[in-house]
């Protein structure tokens, strides 16, 4: 059974910082890109980072851009998501998602996990 487990969410200041982890089960992790990505209240989900397999390629949007890293940990089967220089508008429910292809494609999503940025 494929589950992506979220963590680390919670309620920072403006300026703070917060990881977030995505635990995974039930697929080959060291196969599936991983990537994060957030929806706020009224506003569509948005893809925030991506990472390939092997952790070698990463992308971003350009809204986070060298305030957020994705990394992974093949060994754990866990990807990450820093976040530094938080924002009002970093505030969404942020959830983790991977794609791998066994024969055929599959996708898979957790369940969500709330940042909230206020003072």
Known sequence: QVQLVESGGGLVQPGG???????????????AAMSWYR???GKEREL?????SGGGSTRYADS???????SRD???????????????DDTAVYYC??????????????????????S
């Open 97 to 118: 998602n991977a794609r791998w292809t066994w024969g055929r494609n599959y996708e898979s999503w957790g369940q969500g996990t709330q940042v909230t940025v206020s």
């Open 17 to 31: 910082s917060l990881r977030l982890s995505c635990a995974a089960s039930g697929f080959t992790f060291s196969s």
């Open 74 to 88: 093949n060994a754990k089967n866990t990807v990450y998501l820093q976040m530094n220089s938080l924002k009002p």
């Open 48 to 52: 925030v980072a991506l990472i390939s």
């Open 39 to 41: 929806q706020a209240p």
């Open 64 to 70: 986070v851009k060298g305030r957020f890293t994705i």
